[in-house]
């Protein structure tokens, strides 16, 4: 979507954040505690709010379609749901 976008600072920073997503939940994953792992969890969540605001952005500035930016949108959601899952998991198992 972004590859032919010219706005190079914006770019990178929706790929620093999605990546962040996945980064730290690995990096949560080796922590050694679940009290760690779940403090990378919300990191994570984090992440997730960045690259939905900057997507709501890319529409704004007509960088993607709106139909894109609703599947986007709604891909993005699922990762939420299940990191909220997780911790809720993990805070149980204590």
Do not use: T, W
């Amino acid at each position: 979507m972004m590859k032919d976008n010219r706005d190079f600072g914006f770019r990178d920073q929706i790929q620093r954040a999605a990546v962040s997503i996945m980064n730290n939940i690995a990096e949560g994953s080796e922590s050694g505690s679940d009290a760690k792992y779940i403090n990378y969890l919300h990191i994570s969540l984090g992440s997730c709010s960045e690259v939905k605001s900057m997507l709501y952005l890319c529409d704004d500035f007509g960088f993607c379609s709106k139909e894109k930016h609703e599947q986007l949108v709604n891909n993005l959601q699922s990762i939420p749901n299940h990191l909220y899952k997780l911790i809720e998991y993990l805070s149980k198992s204590k």
